[in-house]
Nanobody, 123 residues
């Protein structure tokens, strides 16, 4: 069982930055592919980014490429999402997720989820 806890969300003006963190309570954190998803009001859960077990491979949704960076520190059991040049359309609850197999854009294949952290970008 993996428990995930997100932090770092908040209110920021358009063009600003935030860094989200996802802390994992497992001794085998380095075995997991990690992902960030987001859900805006009235919309489905959307893939944002993922990172392989060793950080060697990353994927991003097109709308955040060049603005967001996913990373992980396996020694600390933490994953990050650095978000720069934020836009109002980035407003959503952001969730981290974990799975033992490779990266996948579908949220239903990730068995472990955090509780989410709210990101609000004002125009």
């Amino acid at each position: 069982q993996v428990q995930l806890v997100e932090s770092g969300g908040g209110l920021v003006q358009a063009g600003g930055s935030l860094r989200l963190s996802c802390a994992a309570s497992t001794r085998t954190f380095s075995s997991y592919t990690m992902g960030w998803f987001r859900q805006a009001p009235g919309k489905g859960r959307e893939f944002v980014a993922s990172i392989s077990w060793n950080g060697g491979s990353t994927s991003y949704v097109d709308s955040v490429k060049g603005r967001f960076t996913i990373s992980r520190d396996n020694a600390k059991n933490i994953m990050y999402l650095q978000m720069n040049n934020l836009k109002p359309e980035d407003t959503a609850v952001y969730y981290c997720a974990a799975r033992l197999r490779g990266s996948n854009l579908r949220p239903d294949v990730y068995p472990y989820w955090g509780q989410g952290t709210q990101v609000t970008v004002s125009s």
